[in-house]
């Protein structure tokens, strides 16, 4: 059996990353996948001592995760797992690593349910869990309004408007809404999740 070579495909994807993505990409750009959520769920892998065999699985769908924005904006979700299902063979992944992957990249898709606007990962499965807590690490981080700012900006060029403080009354109530599904993204982020949403209350005056 071939083991898989995730250093080829990580600069296999990376680079379709830097030459692919819109530059209007303030939040999704490369920095997203690279500087963020491949080392958030590396961290979080560790900190819920997952096999090796896992973590290899969690750090793939990382890096594949937000490739389907080289095609488009909304619903890329679909294109990453199709673009993971093509290239990931030629890098030595097996069918059944492949078809897990597929589902853990679509973990991090944002729904609405109950009228909220939330990520759903199957509540059996770790690594969908693991994934979602790296895809929205920075909601619990003391940059996140820095971080938030650039994913307004993203979607004004989206046509989706929001003045900064209609922008902290979206933040505000996604972050409510907002759950981390594994003991290890609640452990390092919920304190600061809580500070986040402090802050934004205060800056809008709510009590």
Not at 3 to 16: C, E, M, S
Not at 42 to 62: F, V, Y
Not at 105 to 132: E, F, R, S, W
């Amino acid at each position: 059996m071939t083991k898989p070579n995730f250093q080829a495909a990580k600069v296999y994807v990376l680079q379709r990353l830097e030459t692919e993505l819109n530059s209007n990409l303030h939040y999704h750009g490369i920095h997203h996948t690279r500087d963020d959520v491949m080392p958030a769920a590396k961290k979080l892998g560790k900190l819920e001592r997952i096999c090796k065999k896992d973590q290899l699985l969690l750090n793939t769908s990382a890096l594949y995760h937000d490739i389907g924005y080289i095609e488009k904006h909304e619903q890329n979700e679909a294109i990453a797992v199709r673009i993971a299902n093509q290239t990931l063979p030629g890098f030595g992944y097996s069918n059944a690593q492949i078809q897990r992957i597929g589902k853990i990249i679509m973990a991090t898709q944002l729904k609405v349910i109950d009228g909220k606007y939330v990520q759903d990962p199957n509540p059996n499965d770790i690594l969908q869990q693991l994934i979602c807590d790296a895809d929205l690490d920075s909601l619990g981080r003391e940059d996140f309004f820095r971080v938030g700012e650039t994913l307004r900006l993203e979607l004004i060029e989206y046509g989706m408007p929001k003045t900064p403080i209609e922008w902290l009354g979206c933040q505000l109530e996604f972050q409510q809404n907002h759950s981390y599904f594994t003991n290890a993204a609640r452990n390092l982020r919920n304190d600061g999740k809580e500070k986040n949403i402090k802050r934004i209350k205060e800056i809008l005056g709510i009590e």
